[in-house]
């Protein structure tokens, strides 16, 4: 008999919630948390596992709340605390378990902490951060110019890194005259994970979310909280952002995860890890057996396919058969130690249809398509919410409606630095901004699309393909996208083969075709996905040829009784159970 190790959150399904852009309750033209709670019987019908809820922390939203000022207490626009604990009873009396999302790498510049060490450099939280004194230009090439710094300041930060919103990873603070780091916006300054006092402060915090009840954490950037000693320039005169090779996996960050497991968490935590620049191998040691306790991570191999050298604010054509190669060497990486993470879009990223499938002539079928892909590989699936409509980009006429500050900064950069011709920037900011994924969810026809129904604007334009586009429809219709995923999910609960099973690709020099066998003991599924806006020859191999199969999942009406040679139509997915 075959045997595997279970785990809740390798069987689940994940909703992600960017409470914002979710639900308005109360007309004020942004999501809250009563918002969600309003809608606890959709996720529940559509039959997901956990919800992975992003910040609602106090937070002055530079970032749009991974800028955590006080991370015990719930933004006011989102709601009180008591409505965050209406939300965790009404998940758990309907078998939903909760994760929230862990911003540790950084804080806002006015949390208590970083108030205090701003104070002087005497200050009891002065340590919290990364405080340095700048240094000569003279033997370095940065330029004086580059930094804001007061006029009668000639001198260069500590070292050359780059933040990833785009500029550098340095502020200069007048009253102290040093500078801090920032890795992302300069009101996010980076906390010092050498000072022990700040380790205990994170997992005590954490205990106190546990204690409240909830199942676990999603940790932002968590690969970047250990920096080398001395902060040394970056080495790497090719990486996308200077200086990552420096703080990207740093020198003591499994020392300091492994403390994380050990002091706060149990068996039945959820942990899923984001990290930049993760290689399959550095998986294994966040997430095997033998490394850091957590239970996945988030890789990006495949997200950045669109990408040339000089990173997400660029653009190359990407080939399915790149795609399937690449989340192939994560299936086949993690198989023996490791857990995968499936997803194609999420807060940061813009919509999967839009980037991965087709957003027109072939909206219905390749949202479906790639729905089948993640549902049906090795991992757990995250599904962000509107991918389930099969929402897609929003159509973005001027930088004067874009909100996210990573495009806004990175534009400002790429302008600066000649990288970009002035023809191309809204071209790319429609196909590239994070603004994409945070329109508000369309719900209904409605002038809002149900998002909001008081007199205030919502705080993103809603997309105009609304009327076609929104949940009553979908759910009215039992042909949808999000009957579809309901198949999913559902299929995916009742066959073990789906989440346990060996992952085997099959074809694997096919220009459009992704073909694959899940195989659990005596079970075993084909997969077989056309990922072209025409009509494809599917050849099986040999030892697969006349097999007695039943179709258990299509997005095409189709009858078969064993697999054979065939045209797949555009965007055609099949699930085959294997006699």
């Keep these: 008999m075959t045997t595997f190790d279970r785990a809740w959150w390798k069987e689940a399904v994940v909703y992600q919630v960017y409470p914002r852009s979710f639900n308005d309750s109360d007309g004020d033209g942004l999501g809250d948390i009563p918002g969600i709670i309003e809608k606890v019987d959709y996720l529940a019908d559509l039959g997901i596992d956990c919800l992975w809820l992003n910040p609602v922390y106090d937070s002055p939203g530079v970032d749009n709340g991974y800028d955590i000022a006080d991370y015990r207490t719930i933004l006011d626009e989102f709601g009180t605390m008591e409505d965050w604990e209406a939300l965790r009873d009404a998940l758990h009396e309907r078998g939903i378990k909760l994760i929230m999302d862990l911003v540790v790498n950084h804080t806002s510049d006015e949390h208590a902490w970083f108030v205090n060490a701003r104070e002087s450099p005497e200050n009891g939280h002065r340590d919290y951060y990364w405080w340095r004194e700048g240094r000569d230009p003279d033997g370095t090439d940065l330029d004086p110019d580059d930094y804001d710094t007061p006029a009668d300041v000639d001198e260069v930060p500590p070292n050359d890194w780059e933040s990833f919103f785009g500029g550098p990873a340095w502020s200069y603070d007048e009253d102290s005259s040093e500078w801090y780091l920032h890795i992302f916006d300069e009101r996010m300054p980076d906390l010092n994970w050498e000072t022990e006092e700040v380790r205990e402060e994170v997992f005590e915090m954490m205990e106190w979310w546990f204690d409240k009840g909830i199942d676990g954490f999603r940790m932002d950037v968590i690969n970047l909280i250990s920096k080398p000693d001395g902060l ?156 389930e409509l099969g929402m897609t980009n929003y159509p973005f006429d001027s930088l004067d409606e874009v909100r996210d500050v990573d ?73 949808s996208i999000w009957h579809f995923y309901r198949e999913l999910i559902s299929l995916r609960k009742e066959r073990d083969v789906l989440v346990y099973g060996d992952y085997d690709l099959l074809l694997p020099d096919h220009e459009t075709l992704w073909t694959y066998t899940r195989t659990l003991g005596d079970d075993s599924l084909l997969v077989v996905l056309n990922f072209a806006g025409e009509e494809t020859r599917f050849d099986p191999p040999e030892d697969l040829r006349g097999t007695d199969a039943e179709l258990l999942v299509s997005n095409y009406d189709a009858n078969l009784v064993s697999v054979e040679t065939t045209v797949l139509r555009p965007w055609e997915a099949r699930v085959y159970d294997l006699q």
């Design 232 to 387: 040394p320039d970056g080495a790497d005169p090719d990486a996308i952002v200077r200086g990552s090779d420096k703080f990207v996996n740093g020198p003591r960050v499994h020392d300091y995860l492994s403390e994380l497991h050990d002091r706060v968490l149990d068996d039945e935590a959820m942990t899923v890890g984001e990290m930049a620049e993760l290689s399959v191998e550095e998986a294994r040691q966040y997430t095997g057996r033998d490394g850091d306790g957590m239970s996945m991570v988030f890789t990006f191999d495949h997200m950045r396919l669109d990408m040339t050298d000089a990173g997400r604010w660029s653009y190359r054509e990407w080939s399915p058969r790149e795609l399937k190669a690449t989340m192939t060497h994560w299936q086949e990486g993690l198989a023996e130690e490791g857990w995968n993470s499936l997803f194609l879009n999420n807060h940061d990223e813009p919509r999967q249809l839009s980037r991965f499938g087709d957003d027109g002539r072939y909206r219905r079928e390749s949202a479906k398509l790639l729905a089948t892909l993640l549902h049906t590989l090795r991992g757990t699936p995250y599904i962000y919410q509107g991918e």
């Design 407 to 479: 495009t806004i900064k990175n534009v400002r950069a790429a302008r600066k630095a000649g990288r970009i011709r002035e023809d191309d920037v809204m071209d790319l900011v429609r196909y590239r901004t994070r603004d994409n994924a945070r329109t508000p969810m369309q719900w209904d026809d409605s002038e809002h699309a149900g998002f909001t129904e008081g007199e205030a604007t919502p705080w993103m334009p809603v997309n105009p393909n609304k009327d076609e586009v929104n949940a009553e429809v979908a759910r009215s219709d039992p042909e």
